[in-house]
């Protein structure tokens, strides 16, 4: 089945730093991907589509200043955490359509300090 | 505005008693319902895309329905390795993002 990586698995940064996550389509191309946050024993809230080669669209309430995606070709999108803060911390997963569904990377686990 | 319910909210059952979880929607046209599982710490798992009302799918010890209103997630004999968060979601066009219900989190009990 179609595979969704991202990198890296967990990553801790101090308060004021900017940290890039990347998720890549393994196995097919994704002219859109999915970004989204998950809290603690909280269901998947959806931040933003990230579209090959235009604009991400966010979504209301999701600062497109302070997370930035970038999809630049059809098997990356990646999403920059600028000057991060402890509210920051959470846990981001992407997603992309291969095979005719919807397939999700393993998160990427940001701890603000 | 798509809206995804589950219920009960969290489900400890004993090896091998069966149940049923619960997923209630309201979309503007479905293309399909996701059923995936989340263990901890880790990005979803997908299990089931059902399409269409009287649709059903099976996967092991899970058989997926849908209805017009809702889709069932029967669990057969559980085991303690089927302990995770079971995940529901709507997608109404091809190509947009899954609207995600809270989850019910699955305890087995040996």
């Known amino acids: 089945g179609a595979v969704v990586s991202q990198h890296p698995s967990w990553v801790i940064c101090k308060s004021g730093t900017s940290v890039k996550i990347e998720c890549r389509s393994l196995?097919?191309?994704?002219?859109?991907m999915f970004w989204y946050r998950q809290f603690p024993k909280q269901s998947l809230m959806l931040m933003a589509t990230s579209n090959e080669g235009s604009k991400a669209t966010y979504e209301q309430g999701v600062e497109k200043d302070k997370f930035l995606i970038n999809h630049a070709s059809l098997t990356l999108s990646t999403l920059t955490v600028t000057s991060a803060h402890p509210e920051d911390s959470s846990f981001y997963i992407c997603?992309?359509?291969?095979?005719?569904?919807?397939?999700f990377g393993e998160g990427s686990r940001l701890t603000v300090l | 505005e798509d809206q995804v319910t589950q219920s009960p909210e969290a489900l400890r059952l004993q090896e091998g008693e069966s149940s049923s979880l619960n997923c209630s929607y309201t979309?503007?046209?479905?293309?399909?319902l996701f059923w995936y599982r989340q263990d901890p710490g880790k990005g979803p798992e997908f299990l089931f895309t059902?399409?269409?009302a009287g649709e059903e799918k099976e996967k092991e010890r899970l058989k997926a329905t849908l209805t017009k209103k809702e889709s069932f997630l029967h669990i057969t004999a559980p085991k303690p390795e089927d302990s995770a968060t079971y995940l529901c979601a709507v997608q109404a066009i091809r190509g947009r993002a899954l609207t995600f219900g809270s989850g019910t989190r699955l305890q087995v009990q040996p």
């Open positions: 997603s992309a359509q291969g095979d005719g569904e919807l397939f």
């Open positions: 196995d097919f191309q994704a002219t859109t």
């Open positions: 059902l399409y269409s």
């Open positions: 979309v503007s046209g479905l293309r399909g």
